[in-house]
């Protein structure tokens, strides 16, 4: 696992060194320039076709169709791209695969952006991977067709670049959890939200929230995916009046505290009007005197910046993920009785 991540952060740094926007745009090290405006793409209607893709990790036959038929009985068309089935090894062993080249996983994700028919794409599987596609897929292929584009994890990367165009999109569940119908709720909260039905969230009180009152537009993912895009042509982070969302888990005190000290000396923090935390999971053996995760960045971060800090929001890497529209102006509202969230659509 360690050899893993070790050649996770490498392929990043190379990758990451060459990133860039259109053309037409600045190139690595310069800043894109950022929408002024953000667009919602249209709800969904019986009947609308929906894409599947599969950007980073592989999945297997039996779980797309079993995807499929969870898009067919919320009464959507499910449309696979080309390269969905296909793999290319990620490890020697073989025991990994990504869901195709990177030229094919690129080929994929184009063709679902651009395709005026498809009204929706569904990113499969997380993982690693989509990475890979940031420099092959251009702006213009996010603003060509406006859509919803649904997913979390390393589809954080995705995320990111349709905010860049400008086009809203939804941090919500991967096919590969609505396959497997292991969701809930959750995944009814994501056929309601496509189908024009926005959530409203009222949450619990949380030991370690600060209380106040923000407003912003809705931005994040998972940390570790946003620490890779610091400071890069993509990093969403450089909008003024924020409300951050973060998520990740599995990480260990140095990782956490290292990903969060990457997006605070980036400057980042400094956008920030409010901050929601996801499922944020440490390895205890690994949070020094810390009984959780959440305990640690209270305690050693959020507690001292003077905005309302909402812990306890259920989306993330779980048996339930709420979906949340990220471009979306919000109301953040912490006191010590619990937490609200709002949408303005």
């Known amino acids: ?55 980073s990790f592989w999945m297997n036959e039996a779980n797309v169709e079993q995807l499929c038929s969870a898009l067919e009985e919320w009464e959507l068309v499910p449309v696979l791209g080309a390269h969905v089935g296909e793999r290319e090894p990620y490890t020697k062993a073989g025991y990994a695969y990504y869901g195709g080249s990177a030229e094919a996983r690129a080929e994929d994700l184009r063709w679902a952006l651009e395709d005026k028919s498809v009204k929706a794409i569904i990113v499969a599987t997380g993982g690693y991977g989509a990475i890979h596609l940031l420099d092959m897929v251009p702006q213009a292929s996010y603003r060509a067709a406006p859509k919803w584009l649904v997913g979390f994890d390393d589809a954080t990367l995705l995320l990111s670049a349709s905010l860049l165009s400008g086009t809203m999109c939804l941090h919500g569940p991967m096919g590969a959890g609505i396959a497997v119908r292991r969701l809930g709720e959750s995944e009814q909260a994501l056929r309601r939200l496509l189908f024009g039905e926005v959530p409203e969230y009222v949450l619990k009180a949380h030991s370690c929230n600060s209380p106040g009152h923000a407003e912003g537009r809705l931005v994040g993912g998972d940390i570790f995916k946003l620490r890779v895009l610091a400071g890069t042509t993509y990093d969403i982070g450089r909008m003024d009046d924020i409300i951050l969302f973060l998520e990740g888990s599995g990480a260990s005190y140095s990782e956490l505290n290292c990903a969060f000290n990457t997006l605070m000396r980036q400057g980042r923090m400094d956008h920030v009007k409010g901050i929601i935390f996801g499922r944020v999971s440490g390895n205890s053996a690994n949070l020094n005197n810390y009984s959780s995760a959440e305990q640690m960045l209270s305690s050693e971060y959020t507690s001292k910046f003077g905005i309302p800090v909402c812990f306890g929001f259920e989306a993330g890497d779980g048996v339930v993920n709420n979906p949340l529209v990220f471009g979306a102006q919000v109301t953040l509202d912490v006191s010590a009785t619990g937490a609200s969230l709002r949408f303005q659509l």
């Open 1 to 55: 696992m360690m050899k893993h991540a070790i050649f996770h952060i490498l392929a990043c740094a190379f990758v990451l060194t060459a990133l860039s926007c259109d053309k037409d745009t600045p190139q690595a090290g310069e800043d894109c320039p950022l929408p002024e405006t953000f667009t919602a793409p249209a709800f969904l209607q019986k009947g609308d076709k929906v894409a599947v893709i599969v950007p």
